[in-house]
């Protein structure tokens, strides 16, 4: 069976309603947390905003609200798309890379932080932002909080800096694989719960087995699909953009070469 498909995601949730979890968002995480099990749902829109449609859909269909976060760039920032997961009843945040945007700038980053964070107010009353990885970039997106406050925003959280991950278990679907932390460059989170999963319906049965954490914080990105033209691609794009970025660890020529195609990717897209 084919996994990271819509089909795969709801038996993913399914699981977790059925072993007594509740579901709730990033904010309220921050505010009011649920006492017992619960799982928060992020969903780091970096492409691809109408398949986040699709998951916020899936998700309403079982009651769930979820936290998405979106991109300033055209390819995130799909004005109907917000909207519309916003009317669905889910969480909306800002997920910023103003400093890589602003190469290393911080007081141009922090203006750019101010309008943009605006902007997606306009549609919600934005209370969190997470960083993009911005891997590509020498930059690191949350360095811009090393001379400022989230509070002197109005934000209540940012998931790498206010959550406690040997408190909460951290999981994430980046490069098509709940194990590839490996291929991440900055969105990366240490803990100490010695879980390992690689494909969902792995983690599905830890959920039956009740091995499953009793608190969790689950990044899935927007490469869900259930369009096997699009799943084909994207599987392949990621398999490629898996290993240059292994490589690019250690070999400069790489990843300069790495940064090079993934700016003219992006360019195309805009
Ligand atoms: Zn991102």
Same mark, same amino acid.
């Not at 038996?11 to 007594?20: D, E, I, Y």
């Not at 406050?149 to 994430?172: C, H, I």
């Not at 369009?227 to 292994?246: A, D, P």
């Given at each position: 069976?084919?996994?990271?498909?819509?089909?795969?995601?709801?038996?993913?949730?399914?699981?977790?309603? @059925?072993?007594?979890?509740?579901?709730?968002?990033?904010?309220?995480?921050?505010?009011?947390?649920?006492?017992?099990?619960?799982?928060?749902?992020? !969903?780091?829109?970096?492409?691809?905003?109408?398949?986040?449609?699709?998951?916020?859909?899936?998700?309403?269909?079982?009651?769930?609200?979820?936290?998405?976060?979106?991109?300033?760039?055209?390819?995130?920032?799909?004005?109907?798309?917000? @909207?519309?997961?916003?009317?669905?009843?889910?969480?909306?945040?800002? !997920?910023?890379?103003?400093?890589?945007?602003? =190469?290393?700038?911080?007081?141009?980053?922090?203006?750019?932080?101010?309008?943009?964070?605006?902007?997606?107010?306009?549609?919600?009353?934005?209370?969190?932002?997470?960083? !993009?990885?911005?891997?590509?970039?020498?930059?690191?997106?949350?360095?811009?909080?090393?001379?400022?406050?989230?509070?002197?925003?109005?934000?209540?959280?940012?998931?790498?800096?206010?959550?406690?991950?040997?408190?909460?278990?951290?999981?994430?679907?980046?490069?098509?694989?709940?194990?590839?932390?490996?291929?991440?460059?900055?969105?990366?989170? =240490?803990?100490?719960?010695?879980?390992?999963?690689?494909?969902?319906?792995?983690?599905?049965?830890?959920?039956?087995?009740?091995?499953?954490?009793?608190?969790?914080?689950?990044?899935?990105?927007?490469?869900?699909?259930?369009?096997?033209?699009?799943?084909?691609?994207?599987?392949?794009?990621?398999?490629?953009?898996?290993?240059?970025?292994?490589?690019?660890?250690?070999?400069?020529?790489?990843?300069?070469?790495?940064?090079?195609?993934?700016?003219?990717?992006?360019?195309?897209?805009?």
């Amino acid at each position: 069976m084919r996994d990271f498909t819509l089909k795969s995601y709801q038996s993913l949730l399914v699981a977790f309603q @059925r072993a007594g979890y509740q579901f709730q968002t990033f904010e309220e995480m921050m505010s009011q947390p649920i006492e017992g099990k619960s799982v928060v749902m992020r !969903h780091d829109v970096d492409e691809l905003a109408w398949n986040a449609l699709k998951m916020a859909q899936l998700e309403k269909k079982h009651g769930i609200r979820a936290t998405y976060f979106f991109r300033i760039v055209r390819q995130s920032n799909v004005p109907e798309v917000i @909207r519309q997961i916003i009317e669905l009843g889910h969480e909306v945040g800002y !997920h910023y890379e103003d400093l890589a945007l602003a =190469e290393g700038d911080e007081k141009k980053a922090i203006e750019t932080f101010k309008v943009n964070l605006s902007y997606f107010r306009k549609y919600y009353p934005v209370k969190s932002v997470c960083m !993009h990885g911005s891997s590509t970039s020498k930059y690191d997106n949350r360095s811009l909080w090393k001379n400022h406050a989230l509070s002197d925003f109005g934000l209540v959280g940012e998931p790498y800096m206010s959550v406690d991950f040997d408190k909460v278990f951290y999981l994430t679907d980046t490069g098509y694989a709940w194990d590839g932390g490996k291929f991440a460059t900055r969105d990366i989170v =240490e803990s100490e719960f010695g879980l390992k999963f690689h494909l969902t319906s792995q983690i599905v049965d830890c959920i039956k087995a009740g091995k499953f954490p009793e608190k969790a914080l689950i990044l899935a990105h927007t490469l869900w699909t259930d369009s096997l033209v699009q799943w084909y691609g994207l599987h392949l794009r990621e398999f490629f953009r898996n290993n240059l970025k292994l490589m690019a660890k250690n070999n400069r020529f790489v990843a300069k070469f790495y940064g090079k195609i993934v700016n003219f990717y992006w360019k195309k897209c805009e």
